[in-house]
C-alpha cells in the first residue's frame, strides 16, 4: 500500500490532500490477515512531513480462540499518524532526525508505506478471543475433539452435571 508522495511533500504547510484505498488482502501475522480494505485517508502537509489520518473498514480473517475453526469478522481501522521523510524532498538528502526515529517514515524514493501501520491499528482493533459464535463448544482438553460437531467419546451425555461444572469454570477462565 504504496503512495508517492513527492509532490505532496513539496507544497506549504497546511496543504491537504486525500488518498483512495483498497486492498485486496494484507497479513498481519502468522495466522491472521485483513481483507477488502476500503477507506480514505487525508493527508496535512506539516512542518516535519504528512499527517495521516486514515479510516478504512477490512474484513478480519483469523481463527476462533476455542475451536480453532477459520473466521472472518469485520473491523474498522482507524488511525492518525505523522510519517516524517527521511530524505528533504527539495533536495534528496538525508535528513538526519531523531525525531524519525518513533515515527513511521517516508523512505528515500518519498514513497509512502501505510502497510505497516495499517497493519499495527488492525491488530490493536483486532478482538482478543475472538469466537465463530458466542456458543462455541470449543475443544475437548483430552482429545482435542471439536465439540460443536458433539460430544466426544471422553465425554458421555450421562456426566450431566460434570459437563455443567465443567462449563462453568470455562466461564470463570474467561472472566479473568
Ligand atoms: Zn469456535
Ligand atoms: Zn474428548
Known amino acids: 500500500m504504496r503512495f508517492r508522495v513527492s509532490q505532496e511533500l513539496r507544497q506549504p504547510v497546511g496543504t491537504e490532500f486525500s488518498l483512495e484505498l483498497r486492498e485486496r488482502s494484507l497479513l498481519l501475522d502468522d495466522d491472521a490477515a485483513v481483507n477488502n480494505v476500503q477507506g480514505d ?36 481501522i482507524d488511525f492518525q499518524e ?21 515515527s513511521f ?25 475472538p469466537l465463530c459464535r458466542p456458543d462455541c463448544a470449543g475443544l475437548c482438553a483430552n482429545c482435542g475433539a471439536n465439540l460443536n460437531e458433539g460430544p466426544c467419546a471422553c465425554q458421555p451425555q450421562s ?16 472472566g479473568s
Open 159 to 174: 456426566e450431566g452435571p460434570w459437563r455443567a461444572l465443567a462449563a462453568l469454570k470455562t466461564k470463570d477462565e474467561e
Open 82 to 102: 505523522e510519517f516524517i521523510p527521511v530524505v528533504d524532498p527539495l533536495s534528496g538528502t538525508r535528513i538526519a532526525s531523531d525525531e524519525a526515529e518513533d
Open 41 to 76: 485517508a487525508s493527508l496535512l502537509r506539516t512542518d516535519r512531513g504528512l499527517l495521516v489520518t486514515l479510516r478504512a473498514a477490512a474484513r478480519l480473517k483469523g481463527a476462533c480462540s476455542r475451536c480453532l475453526a477459520p473466521l472472518e469478522l469485520p473491523i474498522e
Open 105 to 129: 517514515v517516508i523512505d528515500a524514493d518519498l514513497m509512502l508505506d501505510l502497510g505497516e501501520a495499517l497493519r499495527q491499528y488492525a491488530l490493536m482493533s483486532m478482538p482478543g478471543k
